[in-house]
């Protein structure tokens, strides 16, 4: 089981989500924690942002990195999907 840790921007991104998107986002985190590689929304990215991954969430993307050594998800970023990877 991984623990899913939130940098101070996506923290603040959460507890000012309405309370229908952190449901949806409770729920991302939960199946992350149990395998965060494999899901139908889950992908790798790549480029500038290679060696992170993205969880859909309806128009909003987590994005994260793995740390396997610690079993800790880093989540970088929390935003709607036309600014995420700007």
Same mark, same amino acid.
């Given at each position: 089981?991984?623990?899913?840790?939130?940098?101070?921007?996506?923290?603040?991104?959460?507890?000012?989500?309405?309370?229908?998107?952190? !449901?949806?986002?409770? /729920?991302?985190? @939960? +199946?992350? %924690? $149990?395998?965060?590689?494999?899901?139908?929304?889950? &992908?790798?990215?790549?480029?500038?942002?290679?060696?992170a991954?993205?969880?859909?969430?309806?128009?909003? !993307?987590?994005?994260? /990195?793995?740390? @396997? +050594?610690? %079993? $800790?998800?880093?989540?970088i970023?929390?935003?709607? &999907?036309?600014?995420?990877?700007?």
């Amino acid at each position: 089981m991984y623990q899913v840790v939130l940098a101070d921007g996506p923290r603040r991104f959460f507890e000012k989500a309405d309370a229908e998107l952190q !449901r949806r986002l409770d /729920r991302a985190f @939960e +199946q992350l %924690k $149990v395998d965060p590689r494999r899901h139908a929304n889950i &992908r790798p990215l790549k480029g500038k942002l290679a060696g992170a991954f993205r969880y859909r969430v309806g128009d909003y !993307r987590v994005v994260y /990195r793995i740390h @396997e +050594q610690t %079993k $800790v998800v880093a989540v970088i970023t929390i935003a709607h &999907r036309r600014g995420v990877y700007g």
